[in-house]
């Protein structure tokens, strides 16, 4: 099934993604349903190539790269679900690396980005992906856009994605590589909205969020992340000293009678430990911790 965009849907999208963001009420309309995104054909790469022919933003050098990660993630258990399996294939790694990273855009590895940051590997992006079981009307937030990548998957799995940069030159890069995306013919961009700022604060004004994705690390839980998180919402993030994290899984339930309870899952139960780059902030730089400014 070809997905075609009219020029006045592009020119549209464009500016939505390009103007400021502004609070969304409960019944914002949807800009584009991920339920109209096509399941690739799973079952060998002969059939996976088949049923990708008809969608033509792909590039076709790349898919069989992608399908041999696929099945690495599969096999490795990093896919839960159906659904997290089509955003992986549906989404082209190799518009998030940089050129001269493009031989290694399916590698099992971290991607330098620059700014100091990098793209994280395909098995953890997914793992942490999986850990979140996003819906489609889930409103989700992520802490640390990056290149792009991580929210470009979510975008496959909600309607309402919010991200938050603190490197301005990368959120600005980023965001123009999104606008280019969109014109290109990836609708579903258009439910990602991009903001520049200390992400320890989250997005308040576009919260409360059903799931909050962190993609940098910090030795506590930020507190303004657990209030943005909505009742029976689930955040994952790394927590731990530099060099090893544990990637835990936040559960904000709440009872009948209104009591909060907290609860902490290692998704790895264990058997690894994460590295990410530093939980920075924003005025005067450093890196956030549980003793403040360091």
Known sequence: MKRSISLWVLTLCGALLLAPATPVAAEEPVS???????????????????SMEPLPLHDKKMLPLRYERFQALKNNK????????QAFLLTSREEFVLPQNLKRTYDH??????????????????????????????????VGTGSGYQSA???HLSNHVYTVEIIEPLHQRTRELYTKLIDKGYGEYVNVHLKSGDGYYGWEEMGPFNKIIVTCAIDHIPPPLLKQLAPNGVMVIPVGPPGKQT???????????GKTT?????VYNGRKSVSFVPFTKKEGGGTWSGKGLQ
Do not use: C
Not at 33 to 44: F, G, I, K
Not at 78 to 85: F, G, V
Not at 112 to 138: F, K, N
């Open 262 to 266: 907290i609860t902490r899952k290692d």
């Open 109 to 142: 590895a971290f991607l330098d980005i620059g700014y100091g940051v990098t793209i994280s590997g395909p098995h953890l992006v997914m793992r942490m992906t999986s850990a979140l079981d996003v819906q489609p009307e889930d409103r989700v937030l992520e």
């Open 78 to 85: 990093d896919l839960w679900r159906d659904k997290e399996s």
């Open 153 to 155: 998957i979510l975008a």
């Open 247 to 257: 990637l835990l899984e936040v559960r904000k339930e709440v009872n009948t009678d």
């Open 32 to 50: 584009f349903d991920v339920a109209s995104l096509p399941m690739p054909a799973v079952q060998d790469k002969a059939r996976f190539m088949a």
